[in-house]
């Protein structure tokens, strides 16, 4: 399979336990995206790279939520001191931004990280 | 911050009726996307609208980007059971960051 991996697809935490989860983009896409999304609710925007550079980040997101991706290639998305407002689907997705050419593109949506915070 | 709208929240159709869902923005967008997720799934990628006024079709689905690139539409010509999901909106405004409309859940009665 060649499309977005995440992992693990489901994790189970206590309050106040780190969490990191991690995203396998699409080889050659440059672009990285992280979301949570909570039942009903379309995602909600955390962060993006390009390549390594974080290029921005929801001023929603507290100090808590923390992400790298230090090759450009894969990604890590970090929640220390887990709430219980936490718990969510979070979502990667990747895209291919070429120069010269159109600098929207679609996005390739991974499966998701399901969290639970008890 | 930049919110976008989309009415509407849920639609209920008969096999082989139309639907429209719309999303709505206050500022003017650089490009909206529309996506597609069904239940327990993740989104998956449909259109990509970038012009005022733009008007695309993919079969039965007919995209629309408004003439002031504040709203978009998508419409959906006799429905079918395999339509059934969320269509979400998608939109940036001046740069790459995506904010997602609240979505609009379609049930198709057979």
């Known amino acids: 399979d060649t499309g977005v991996s995440q992992d693990p697809r489901h994790k189970i935490t206590k309050r106040g336990q780190n969490v990191t989860f991690r995203c396998d983009p699409i080889?050659?896409?440059?672009?990285l995206y992280w979301y949570r999304q909570t039942l009903g609710q379309g995602p909600e925007f955390l962060t993006y790279?390009?390549?390594?550079?974080?290029?921005?980040k929801s001023r929603l997101l507290s100090d808590r939520f923390s992400a790298e991706r230090p090759k450009g290639s894969f990604s890590t998305l970090e929640i220390q001191r887990t709430e219980q407002g936490d718990s969510a689907m979070y979502l990667c997705?990747?895209?291919?931004?070429?120069?010269?050419?159109?600098?929207?593109?679609?996005?390739?949506f991974g499966p998701g990280t399901r969290l639970t915070v008890l | 911050g930049q919110q976008v709208m989309q009415i509407p929240q849920y639609q209920h159709v008969q096999e082989g009726e139309d639907f429209t869902t719309y999303c709505n923005s206050s500022?003017?967008?650089?490009?909206i996307q529309w996506y597609k997720q069904r239940p327990g799934g993740h989104p998956v990628f449909l259109i990509q609208?970038?012009?005022?006024?733009e008007v695309k079709k993919q079969k039965r689905l007919t995209f629309q980007f408004g003439e002031a690139k504040k709203n978009s539409s998508l419409h959906i010509t006799a429905t079918q059971t395999t339509d059934v999901g969320t269509y979400f909106c998608?939109?940036?405004?001046?740069?790459?960051?995506?904010?997602f409309g609240t979505g609009t859940r379609l049930k198709v009665l057979a």
């Open positions: 790279f390009q390549n390594e550079a974080q290029l921005e």
């Open positions: 998608a939109a940036t405004s001046g740069t790459y960051k995506y904010i």
């Open positions: 997705a990747s895209s291919l931004a070429r120069s010269g050419a159109l600098p929207y593109n679609e996005q390739f």
């Open positions: 609208l970038v012009k005022s006024g």
């Open positions: 080889s050659e896409h440059n672009r």
């Open positions: 500022t003017t967008l650089s490009n």
